[in-house]
């Protein structure tokens, strides 16, 4: 029996602007059963503040202090070294990193920007990281589940573009950076090996978290999962479900 | 003693719009020394005609069935195998597949469109891709040597973007292709292990012309190249040389 739960958001609680059926009330029968819970989103396009608006819109008992997301890692890692952003993330992601130091050498920060991954920017991010800067990912997913229903361009492709281009390799913040997991589970004073994972990404979610060391991870056939996912992924998940109703069923037994 | 020449045109004969200084004279000693020459280009932001004009501006010695662009290869491949391109390449480019079939099922064609590559045609070319269609790459160049004299994005970068997203693997029509170097060859009625190459890249001219056979492959030190790069390709160069003179030098012995 694990102690605590992380759940993905995108593609588990809502698809685009539609909350997915089921997920609020499954959501509010692991915390009936006593579980913490914490919430990771690799959802980089808008800000936490945004997030926090579409769950409490959609009935998600939850806690904004218990929302994890890349830019506040990243915002962590600017600060405790000293570095300034030169960002390549979406316009609305921007509050997220208010606080972020203004001085200091530069830090090529990449998140999903959308429409806003031009070739000017793609290559103004090239020449920083040329010159020698570090490369800080938000995320590295492949595709996401668009508005219009089908798959899209996830940061993951830019990534490795620029990695590609200029040789420096990112350091990946959300997940499935083991650091983005653990920090989750130390807030709920628990280990990795005591909580479960939840997730529509077969890769960066499931086999993710038990990479680092999660005691399950559920793969959801809800959001941007496609049949035969969880034969793609390694370590294959705990068990593939229809939705996040089915995973708590797992997870409470 | 080689019996044909491989020539590199950006960074070799010329950078940007200027000639580099005695390049069309170095054409002209391997001419005098009855050697036969092609010309191999991965550049794919210009029209073939464009760089014909250029080569005959700049009072290079040549006749333009020694062209050999990714373009034309390519051309040959939707011909042969009945495909259609779908297209992201820049628009300059789109005269070079004026004769490409207009029927058939998609292939994905992907060349070095600079400004034109926008969040939306990358997306478009990677739902295409996930559509199950083949993925043809003009080039996989890292970095090309800009307009302002600094490094910028080539075709790779997004080559490896839709390749990670899609999960597709891209064929490469121009350097490094063994098929590229070899049409060349053959076409001077040599074998690759008769010619010898000439580059500023020492991944794709010059690694990529020794792994497919040729005889020697010189790397100049002007165009792209930065001081070391002999030492980050495998195979390494026969030869660093100055410039197409140097490399001349070398061939005539």
Same sequence: chains 1, 2.
Wanted: proline share 6%.
């Amino acid at each position: 029996m694990v102690k605590g739960v992380l759940l993905d958001i995108s593609g588990v609680i809502y698809e685009g602007d539609r909350a997915l059926p089921g997920a609020a009330d499954a959501v509010a029968r692991l915390r009936d059963a006593g579980l913490p819970l914490r919430f990771l989103s690799n959802s980089t396009r808008s800000p936490r503040r945004r997030l926090v608006d579409k769950l409490t819109a959609m009935g998600v008992s939850f806690d904004p202090a218990e929302l994890f997301t890349p830019a506040g890692a990243v915002c962590r890692w600017l600060e405790e070294t000293g570095h300034r952003g030169h960002f390549l993330i979406h316009p609305d992601l921007a509050e997220d990193f208010e606080t972020a130091p203004q001085q200091g050498p530069k830090a090529v920060v990449l998140g999903d920007a959308g429409p806003f991954f031009t070739y000017e920017a793609l290559n103004a991010a090239f020449r920083v990281l040329a010159g020698g800067a570090p490369f800080l990912a938000l995320a590295v997913n492949r595709v996401f589940r668009d508005a219009d229903g089908a798959l899209s361009l996830d940061a993951g492709a830019f990534v490795h573009a620029l990695e590609y281009a200029s040789g420096v390799q990112a350091q990946v913040f959300g997940k499935p950076a083991p650091g983005f997991f653990g920090a989750a589970a130390a807030d709920m004073g628990l280990t990795l090996g005591e909580v479960a994972m939840v997730g529509d990404d077969a890769e960066a979610d499931v086999a993710g978290a038990l990479s680092a060391g999660c005691a399950a991870a559920y793969l959801v056939r809800t959001g941007k999962y496609r049949a035969g996912d969880e034969a793609t992924a390694t370590p294959a998940p705990t068990a593939t479900v229809d939705d996040l109703a089915a995973a708590v069923e797992c997870i409470l037994g």
